[in-house]
Nanobody
Framework: QFHLVESGGGLVQPGGTLRLSCVVSGFTLNSYAVAWFRQAPGKEREAISCITARDSETQYHTSVQGRFTISKDNSENTVWLQMNDLQPEDSAIYYC?????????????????????????????WGQGTQVAVSA
């Protein structure tokens, strides 16, 4: 059974940093991709970063490109999201999820594109989320 658990969220000031962790079980990171999503109150869930299984290729939403870095350690079953220069608009619940395949489904050369079936169907397994709040 696939399982993901996020941690590392919190309250930071603008310009601050956080490092989110996503610990997975029931599958291996060298076989399945993992993506980070976020959802702010009243807004749609958006995909912000993804890392593939075999080659660890990374993808980013333009809004976080250059500020956020996704990485993983297959032996630790962990995917991280390093978030620098956080801004109030980054405030949201952050989730990690797997599409249960090796590639970053729903990502292309121009970043993420919402699949017709939606993110929650395309990525069947999700963590419970971790809250990130950026405020002075």
């Amino acid at each position: 059974q696939f399982h993901l658990v996020e941690s590392g969220g919190g309250l930071v000031q603008p310009g601050g940093t956080l490092r989110l962790s996503c610990v997975v079980s029931g599958f291996t990171l060298n076989s399945y991709a993992v993506a980070w999503f976020r959802q702010a109150p009243g807004k749609e869930r958006e995909a912000i970063s993804c890392i593939t299984a075999r080659d660890s290729e990374t993808q980013y939403h333009t809004s976080v490109q250059g500020r956020f870095t996704i990485s993983k350690d297959n032996s630790e079953n962990t995917v991280w999201l390093q978030m620098n220069d956080l801004q109030p608009e980054d405030s949201a619940i952050y989730y990690c999820a797997t599409p249960e395949v090796g590639g970053c489904v729903g990502w292309g050369a121009r970043g993420p594109h919402l699949p017709a079936s939606g993110w929650t169907v395309t990525y069947p397994t999700w963590g419970q989320g971790t809250q990130v709040a950026v405020s002075a």
